[in-house]
Structures are given as structure tokens and as C-alpha cells.
T-cell receptor, first 110, second 115 residues
Framework: KNQVEQSPQSLIILEGKNCTLQ??????????LRWYKQDTGRGPVSLTI?????NTKSNGRYTATLDADTKQSSLHITASQLSDSASYIC?????????FGAGTRLTVKP | NAGVTQTPKFRILKIGQSMTLQCTQD?????MYWYRQDPGMGLKLIYY???????DKGEVPNGYNVSRSTTEDFPLRLELAAPSQTSVYFC??????????????FGPGTRLTVT
């Protein structure tokens, strides 16, 4: 069954600290993996997209990694800011079939 | 470009009522999607369309209908609202890019409560 599991469910960190969010998947055949940021009350916004051949992709303070062998991805946030408070969603595609994780709710406190 | 717009932002329905959630995109995208997002769950695909006049079911289509008469608009219809349809609904669109890294754009969502 095509599944996407994210951990932790929620995370609280202090402003300026780094954090890493995890995504494990069983989706097959793999096409690409995306990380989205979803602010409260808004639609998801794309952060990174990685294909099978890419093992790291950065977007400013966000760095995503992909291990296609172990079917794991992580999203590392550096020097967190209050505006990073949001849900982060991992999405894995098999062709046109996109499977969404439940997300990690990140709260950055001053 | 306004991107993907959805109306209304919020709606409360009584059981058995019907309504249409509107979705419009001004990016000339061929592909459009409707998702629902329940608390603690990932987005689930309700219906999608690959172009005007073509629609297909997603993972959770029961209780919903769609139409795609133009490239820009993709309304979602609830005929007999049920409490199980209480959710946040997102419309999304993307272009026909042939690569695996196409960009998908989401609307701001419609929060629907059925009581």
C-alpha cells in the first residue's frame, strides 16, 4: 500500500535553533518527493522537489535530503525563525498519483 | 496572476443541503484537482481533471461531483451534505509539463462544516 509517514507529529523549538523533520514512504514506483509548507489557514506551498537521482535540494534555510534506497527523506531547517511556524508536508508521487503525509506541526518560539 | 482562488472561505451547511465550492485558476493550467484535508490526516484526492471536458475520480469521490466546462474553472458539488464531509477543501492546479518536477499550486482552501 502506498503510504507516507512523517515524524514527529509536532515539534516545538526556540527561535534560531535548527531542526530536522522525517518522512518515510512505501510509495512505488517512485517519481518524485516534495516538501510543502502550510501556514495555518492557507494552502500548501512547495519548498523542494526531488527526483530519484537527487539526494539533496536546498531552498534558502530549508534543505531536503532523499535516500531512495531506504525510502526516507528529511527536511532540515537552519536558524529557525518565527515565520517557520507551520505544518510541513511530505508528498511522494508514483506517476500522477500523489500521496500526502499527515504533516509535522512546527512551532518556533521566541 | 491571482493563481488559484476558491470561494467561499467558510461555509456551514445543514445535513442534506447542497452547495458548490468554486475554484478558478488564471495560469492556463490543464490539470486541476480537488482535495480534502481532515485533522491529523494527509490530503486526500477527491476528483481531478486533465483538461476541459475531462474529469476522473480520485481516492475519495463518494458524495461529490465535478465538472470542467472551461480551462479556468473546476467547481466541486456536494449534493446531500453529510457530517462526514466536514473538512477543509483545497483546489490545486498544474501545467502539462512533461518532467517529473512539475509545480502544483494550491488555493487557500474552503472550510466546510456540516451539522
Amino acid at each position: 500500500k502506498n503510504q507516507v509517514e512523517q515524524s514527529p507529529q509536532s515539534l516545538i523549538i526556540l527561535e534560531g535553533k535548527n531542526c530536522t523533520l522525517q518522512c518515510n514512504y512505501t510509495v512505488s514506483p517512485f517519481s518524485n518527493l516534495r516538501w510543502y509548507k502550510q501556514d495555518t489557514g492557507r494552502g500548501p506551498v512547495s519548498l523542494t522537489i526531488m527526483t530519484f537521482s537527487e539526494n539533496t535540494k536546498s531552498n534558502g534555510r530549508y534543505t531536503a535530503t532523499l535516500d531512495a534506497d531506504t525510502k526516507q527523506s528529511s527536511l532540515h531547517i537552519t536558524a529557525s525563525q518565527l515565520s517557520d511556524s507551520a505544518s510541513y508536508i511530505c508528498v511522494v508521487s508514483a506517476g500522477n498519483d500523489m500521496r500526502f503525509g499527515a504533516g509535522t506541526r512546527l512551532t518556533v518560539k521566541p | 496572476n491571482a493563481g488559484v482562488t476558491q470561494t467561499p472561505k467558510f461555509r456551514i451547511l445543514k445535513i442534506g443541503q447542497s452547495m458548490t465550492l468554486q475554484c478558478t485558476q488564471d495560469m492556463n493550467h490543464n490539470y486541476m484537482y480537488w482535495y480534502r484535508q481532515d485533522p491529523g490526516m494527509g490530503l486526500k484526492l477527491i476528483y481531478y481533471s486533465v483538461g476541459a471536458g475531462i474529469t476522473d475520480k480520485g481516492e475519495v469521490p463518494n458524495g461529490y461531483n465535478v465538472s470542467r466546462s472551461t480551462t479556468e474553472d473546476f467547481p466541486l458539488r456536494l449534493e446531500l451534505a453529510a457530517p462526514s464531509q466536514t473538512s477543509v477543501y483545497f483546489c490545486a492546479s498544474r501545467n502539462l509539463a512533461g518532467t517529473a518536477t512539475y509545480e502544483q499550486y494550491f488555493g487557500p482552501g474552503t472550510r466546510l462544516t456540516v451539522t
